[in-house]
């Protein structure tokens, strides 16, 4: 089939074209971001994810893979999958219209037999509004609401091997897209698109919660004297009911924190729990910073953040708390210098100059490269990176 990906050359739509095109497809990545799609065409990613640069070296030079900002590419596809979610902005409201008028403003690449399928995460309610611009509009189209489910850095991994949630309105085009994700051998679970639009949210709401819940356990240990981890590994060592039980940590980036703010809108901000682990997960900077003055006068000190990305690993600093970390300590401490293997800052500096000149260290993001290092200063690690445990 003819793909093309509308956002297609972001951390969600260009694993899944790559994926595409591996699997006998002809895609197109578009993206109104002509330099990420320059990079693309040159065969350059655009940001970390293992095992793509290869990937995407082999279905560019087998031309079953290419990269547009020429939104006319779309008017080809036979399949064009929307990768444009709703943001939420500085009040915590989610615009619910965002996709609907990102399709407007190509409304005249569109025809009549095409399957539209939207990938990104999406207020409840918008796949519905999506058909009715399309019945409207460009009567013919096929919609369905197939969210992603990935990780960011195990995206190629994970697309072929998740099953892929369908939401459809009809059998029709449930079929249709089975058939277009059975193409790379997707097990897919057919659901009305309400059903997948809520569980998409259900499911990072839920992560984002858990993630509150053992923060705001590793605060009451940290009061009482006690390192949470020793009481997790307590907790969850041989006993299956609680071994989903994460460490405490940053729980950050564009989709959790994100997705519980779109469901609290949704439910007429009447999900307490939603907002409760909003405030302790976005607290969690200011309680570090409380925890460490206890003991220490930062007035007087250099404080060195290791780690800027919002997770392990990756190059992705978007709604990263250390940059939170990092604004609350340039007005409590002397100096504040950062630091971080995979994200690209002017405002960083090399490691090795932040281990020289800190009086004291938080280790914020767990990147591998951080494990077996030797510190001169007091460290605040999150992630029990250094095995230390993580009282503080």
Same mark, same amino acid.
């Given at each position: 089939?003819?793909?093309?990906?509308?956002?297609?050359?972001?951390?969600?739509?260009?694993?899944?074209?790559?994926?595409?095109?591996?699997?006998?497809?002809?895609?197109?990545?578009?993206?109104?971001?002509?330099?990420?799609?320059?990079?693309?065409?040159?065969?350059?990613?655009?940001?970390?994810?293992?095992?793509?640069?290869?990937?995407?070296?082999?279905?560019?030079?087998?031309?079953?893979?290419?990269?547009?900002?020429?939104?006319?590419?779309?008017?080809?596809?036979?399949?064009?999958?929307?990768?444009?979610?709703?943001?939420?902005?500085?009040?915590?409201?989610?615009? /619910?219209?965002? !996709?609907?008028?990102?399709? #407007? &403003?190509? *409304? @005249? +690449?569109?025809? $009549?037999?095409?399957?539209?399928?939207?990938?990104?995460?999406?207020?409840?309610?918008?796949?519905?509004?999506?058909?009715?611009?399309?019945?409207?509009?460009?009567?013919?189209?096929?919609?369905?609401?197939?969210?992603?489910?990935?990780?960011?850095?195990?995206?190629?991994?994970?697309?072929?091997?998740? /099953?892929?949630? !369908?939401?459809?309105?009809? #059998? &029709?085009? *449930? @079929? +249709?897209?089975? $058939?277009?994700?059975?193409?790379?051998?997707?097990?897919?679970?057919?659901?009305?698109?309400?059903?997948?639009?809520?569980?998409?949210?259900?499911?990072?709401?839920?992560?984002?919660?858990?993630?509150?819940?053992?923060?705001?356990?590793?605060?009451?240990?940290?009061?009482?004297?006690?390192?949470?981890?020793?009481?997790?590994?307590?907790?969850?060592?041989?006993?299956?009911?609680?071994?989903?039980?994460?460490?405490?940590?940053?729980?950050?980036?564009?989709?959790?924190?994100?997705?519980?703010?779109?469901?609290?809108?949704?439910?007429?901000?009447?999900?307490?729990?939603?907002?409760?682990?909003?405030?302790?997960?976005?607290?969690?900077?200011?309680?570090?910073?409380?925890?460490?003055?206890?003991?220490?006068?930062?007035?007087?000190?250099?404080?060195?953040?290791?780690?800027?990305?919002?997770?392990?690993?990756?190059?992705?600093?978007?709604?990263?708390?250390?940059?939170?970390?990092?604004?609350?300590?340039?007005?409590?401490?002397?100096?504040?210098?950062?630091?971080?293997?995979?994200?690209?800052?002017?405002?960083?500096?090399?490691?090795?100059?932040?281990?020289?000149?800190?009086?004291?260290?938080?280790?914020?993001?767990?990147?591998?490269?951080?494990?077996?290092?030797?510190?001169?200063?007091?460290?605040?690690?999150?992630?029990?990176?250094?095995?230390?445990?993580?009282?503080?």
């Amino acid at each position: 089939m003819d793909v093309v990906v509308i956002g297609g050359a972001g951390h969600v739509g260009l694993p899944l074209g790559l994926v595409l095109a591996d699997h006998g497809h002809r895609v197109v990545a578009y993206d109104t971001d002509a330099g990420a799609v320059e990079r693309v065409l040159g065969g350059s990613m655009p940001f970390l994810e293992d095992g793509a640069p290869d990937l995407l070296a082999e279905v560019l030079l087998s031309g079953a893979f290419s990269a547009s900002s020429d939104p006319a590419v779309v008017s080809d596809a036979e399949v064009v999958v929307v990768v444009i979610g709703t943001p939420v902005d500085e009040h915590l409201n989610p615009d /619910p219209s965002a !996709v609907l008028v990102a399709l #407007a &403003e190509i *409304s @005249d +690449r569109f025809r $009549a037999g095409q399957l539209v399928i939207l990938r990104s995460t999406v207020f409840p309610g918008v796949t519905r509004r999506v058909e009715a611009w399309f019945a409207d509009n460009h009567p013919g189209v096929d919609v369905a609401f197939c969210p992603e489910r990935i990780a960011e850095g195990f995206a190629l991994t994970e697309i072929v091997s998740l /099953p892929q949630l !369908v939401g459809a309105r009809t #059998a &029709e085009v *449930s @079929d +249709r897209v089975v $058939a277009f994700f059975d193409t790379f051998g997707v097990e897919s679970i057919r659901v009305l698109p309400e059903e997948a639009e809520l569980a998409k949210l259900f499911t990072n709401t839920w992560r984002y919660v858990k993630f509150a819940a053992a923060n705001q356990f590793w605060m009451m240990a940290n009061e009482f004297g006690v390192d949470f981890e020793r009481v997790r590994s307590a907790i969850t060592t041989d006993y299956p009911r609680a071994a989903d039980m994460p460490g405490a940590g940053f729980a950050a980036g564009p989709c959790l924190f994100k997705d519980t703010m779109q469901l609290a809108a949704f439910s007429d901000n009447s999900f307490a729990l939603g907002h409760a682990a909003m405030m302790v997960n976005e607290g969690l900077p200011l309680y570090l910073i409380k925890r460490i003055e206890a003991s220490h006068d930062l007035s007087g000190m250099t404080v060195g953040i290791l780690g800027m990305a919002f997770k392990g690993d990756i190059d992705d600093s978007r709604s990263s708390l250390s940059y939170k970390l990092r604004k609350l300590l340039l007005f409590r401490a002397r100096e504040v210098l950062c630091t971080d293997p995979h994200v690209v800052d002017e405002r960083l500096v090399p490691l090795e100059k932040v281990l020289d000149e800190s009086d004291l260290v938080v280790i914020a993001t767990p990147h591998t490269a951080y494990r077996g290092l030797e510190f001169r200063q007091p460290v605040v690690d999150l992630w029990n990176l250094t095995g230390g445990g993580v009282l503080i």
